[in-house]
């Protein structure tokens, strides 16, 4: 199902200087090493794994299995070639990072690569959906593998299903309905009526931070529980949003493949991103400064 969303006031783009320093706030405390205080792009390895999986423990972000999620050390690149980019132990095709998600709760982790620090800061605002994500990711891959079993273009080939994942894990955008609007199959969609906008996709935020310009990404729309009691807070917002997307990522329906979606400038939704409501240690429940990070 292709959702037309409707911009209803004109914007004027904003400088990148604008998004990355938004992007910062939005972010806040996750790209600070608790310990410390420093910028986790430039704390030692070792400290920024601390940092993440004090974060995750607090956060008590687990797997689909209940174990908990932990933050590891990736293979370096040099010895990548080396290694099998699948898990051989899983019965199907299926990328090794991806399964030692589901199986053992281990995100493989660069710790001062910024691409890998913004996935971690995701994981820790959107726990529900990347738990989710991860699930649909497998169960792709499964479903990808049997179609493929025996054909002449083998196994290797992605499914537009798990393009769409994909898209959705490296570039998503959450654009959290209000409550009005018309109803399409078991989803309300207010038409236009976008009451909050989230960054989802960890390649957009590095994107962002780091001054890329014209950068673009999929917007999910996605409404609340009810019609009453809207939250006034963004950390509950963003709350409703985990909630809701993950029930999305979950619905065989959606993702299917990424034309259903349009797209948004990230500039654009930058620009409505609220960040003065000071809620934002409610939410992590950390001591974490919360001085935006030098980049």
């Not at 019965?91 to 001062?112: C, H, K, M, N, Q």
């Not at 962002?208 to 939250?231: F, K």
């Amino acid at each position: 199902m292709r959702v037309s969303l409707h911009f209803h006031d004109s914007v004027h783009s904003s400088s990148s200087g604008d998004v990355a320093r938004i992007l910062r706030e939005e972010l806040g405390a996750l790209l600070v090493d608790s310990a410390t205080g420093q910028s986790l792009v430039e704390s030692r390895a070792d400290a920024v794994l601390r940092h993440m999986n004090r974060m995750a423990d607090a956060l008590s972000i687990r797997n689909l299995g209940g174990t908990p999620i932990q933050f590891v050390t990736d293979v370096p690149k040099r010895r990548r070639k080396a290694r099998k980019p699948v898990a051989v132990d899983a019965g199907f095709r299926v990328s090794l990072y991806d399964y030692r998600i589901w199986s053992a709760g281990e995100v493989a982790t660069r710790p001062r690569h910024l691409h890998d620090i913004c996935n971690f800061a995701v994981w820790c605002l959107f726990p529900g959906a990347k738990v989710a994500l991860n699930a649909r990711q497998i169960e792709a891959a499964r479903r990808t593998s049997v179609v493929a079993r025996g054909s002449a273009a083998g196994s290797s080939n992605r499914s537009p299903e798990q393009d769409a994942i994909s898209i959705l894990d490296e570039g998503g955008l959450v654009a959290l309905m209000t409550p009005d609007g018309t109803r399409q199959g078991d989803r309300k969609i207010g038409l236009g009526t976008v009451c909050d906008w989230f960054v989802f996709g960890h390649a957009l935020f590095e994107g962002g931070l780091t001054g890329l310009e014209g950068l673009r990404g999929m917007v999910l729309p996605v409404c609340p529980e009810s019609s009453s009691g809207w939250p006034a807070s963004r950390t509950e917002r963003r709350q409703m949003a985990d909630r809701r997307l993950s029930e999305l990522i979950a619905n065989p329906d959606e993702l299917r493949t990424n034309h259903m979606y349009q797209s948004a400038d990230l500039d654009y939704v930058a620009r409505r991103i609220q960040t003065s409501e000071g809620s934002w240690q409610s939410f992590i429940s950390a001591t974490a400064p919360l001085a935006a990070p030098r980049l």
